[in-house]
């Protein structure tokens, strides 16, 4: 069904004494053309059709991937977007009861003052700040509920997507505690 083609090269690096490649596409290159391709699209109408192309992209942004191929290139495995939890979240490691969410940092307004990202515009500031104040509250009440119920969570920033080093770190120490980082 939908097939990406071996990637011709690699970049690999070595992360505490474990090397990681990354396929070119993690790293800004071209995006396999049938990723998120469906069958039935033309069986669509507009509507239907603009929602459905909305969610694949919403699903497959860029820094959401940069992430998915580092975890699996890592040797985690790990299921996608389990609506039956909380939010949806992206990286759903049942076995250890942990979620990651990969979150864009205007949308989710990350709060690090570092993040060069998430300023509001200086237009119709009022309403930006309305609109993404309500994501934030529902990030934090899905959060809470994941944890009521047993489950971790990791939410790794759209701008710590740039540092695959420092995340592959953040990675392994959220999943692998015991191991030290
Ligand atoms: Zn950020």
Redesign the pocket.
Known sequence: MLFCPPPSNTLAVTIGGMEVSYAPSALGGAFCPDAGRFGDVDTLNPSQRSERMSRIRSENTKPELIVRRLVFSLGYRYRLHQRSLPGCPDLVFPGRRKVVFIHG?FWHQ?S?PT?R??HLPKTKEEFWSNKLGKNVERDHKTNEALKASGWSVLTI????TKDVVALAGTIKEFLEPSMGG
């Open positions: 940092c990350h690090d993040c990202i998430a920033w759209e701008c710590q």
